[in-house]
């Protein structure tokens, strides 16, 4: 086996909602392999403190953005494309949840979550286009990496209609997006995550009796860690991965396996 099947070192990496949960997990698996990362928020003093932590360990740069309308998208794309940069990997990972019961669930929950979650990964993807197209070698696909859930592909047990929809139509969004870009050398595939700690899961979190009763949940008896995601991340980056596109990959401790 070559010492570089797994290699992303000098790749050069957008992660979306890169400041925390699962978007910094990737983010800092990228920084530690030695590639070239840029993150964006929303949220300036969440990207500050993301920035402070994993500088020390890498190459790593930040911009705030808020990619739930299609000017902001373009505002970050033209600032993005000004500072010179070239583009290897593209990981979507901003989104929004919304929780409501069924009676009260309300437009405005739609509205946001479907904003970012399909309609500003998908615009983002468009204005990065370019940048992937200049880059991409049959040799070595550039690549563009989604993050949907598993919500996505089972039933939840709580009540996020919008986010489940929205993640299903990130699911198909990917195998079409792969359909259309396979000749242009640009490998599109995704990543379904089960529960991982973060912002939008803490309320399952809150103490070890909770973590414990959330683990027991999980066939492999515990939840997602940091190396799990950005382990599969950095393999559909990394030349391992070149024959993959349009898959959508549970990476789940085996939830979508019993039922």
């Known amino acids: 086996m070559n010492n570089d099947l797994f290699s992303v070192q000098n790749k ?36 500050d ?63 946001r979550v479907w904003a970012i979650n399909v309609k500003g990964l998908f615009h983002l993807t468009q204005k990065m286009l370019p940048l992937l197209r200049a880059r991409a070698t049959i040799e070595e696909p550039t690549r563009v990496i989604n993050i949907g859930s598993i ?12 986010y489940a929809a929205s993640k299903a139509a990130v699911h198909q969004l990917t195998r079409q997006l792969a359909h259309r870009l396979i000749g242009e050398h640009i490998n599109v595939n995704c990543i379904a995550p089960g529960l991982f700690p973060s912002k939008m899961t803490a309320f399952l979190f809150q103490d070890e009796e909770t973590t414990s009763q959330v683990a027991e949940t999980i066939p492999m008896k515990r939840a997602g860690r940091a190396d799990d995601i950005g382990g599969t991340a ?3 980056a990394s030349r391992a991965s070149a024959y993959l596109t349009g898959v959508v990959l549970p990476v789940d401790g085996g939830m979508t396996t019993h039922g």
């Open 49 to 111: 403190a993301a920035l402070a932590e994993m500088s020390p360990e890498g190459i790593i740069t930040g911009l705030r953005a808020d990619l739930s309308t299609y000017a902001g998208v373009d505002a970050f794309s033209e600032v993005f494309a000004k500072r010179g940069e070239t583009l290897d990997v593209l990981v979507n990972n901003a989104g929004a949840a919304w929780g409501a019961p069924l009676d009260d669930y309300p437009e405005s929950g739609f509205d």
């Open 234 to 236: 950095i393999y559909l």
């Open 151 to 162: 919500d996505g592909i089972r039933v939840a047990a709580t009540e996020n209609y919008a």
């Open 12 to 47: 050069r990496v957008l992660v979306t909602g890169g400041s925390r949960g699962i978007g910094k997990m990737i983010a800092q698996a990228f920084v530690r392999a030695g590639a070239n990362v840029t993150i964006c928020s929303r949220k300036q003093d969440e990207l």
